[in-house]
């Protein structure tokens, strides 16, 4: 735990993902929020169909969704969505013909019905 879901547009070819997948792990490690590092799951999954609003202009989007244990406080989990958006937006130059749009959403796991195992 936890689980880091990250969703980006085709049209940010630029995107070094797998970079950026660990910079999101290594902020969630110094929140101090996660016992061991090899708790941490991310992936990405580029979107090849979107749409953004309703004008024809290029824009796009990286969209990260953190699930997460639920009994945090408020407190904790907006400074988790903050450092993470932190992160996103100090990736580096963005295109100057495409409007990007970066969020965060923390979503509550039921920590009664999880289950996991480590193997190996």
Known sequence: MPHLHLEYTANLT?????????RLN?????SGQ???EFDIKS???KVESFQVGTSLNPRGFIAVKLS????????VKQQLSQSLLAALQDLGDWPADIQVQL?????????D???KVAIG
């Not at 630029?14 to 660990?22: D, M, S």
């Not at 290594?26 to 110094?30: H, R, S």
């Not at 969020?103 to 920590?111: E, H, I, K, Q, T």
């Open 34 to 36: 996660f016992g061991s």
């Open 43 to 45: 992936r990405a999954v």
């Open 14 to 22: 630029n995107l070094a993902v797998e970079k950026t997948l660990l």
């Open 113 to 115: 019905s999880y289950s």
């Open 26 to 30: 290594n902020v969630l490690m110094a």
């Open 68 to 75: 997460l244990l639920s009994g945090r406080s408020p407190q």
């Open 103 to 111: 969020s965060v959403l923390l979503v509550d796991m039921d920590r």
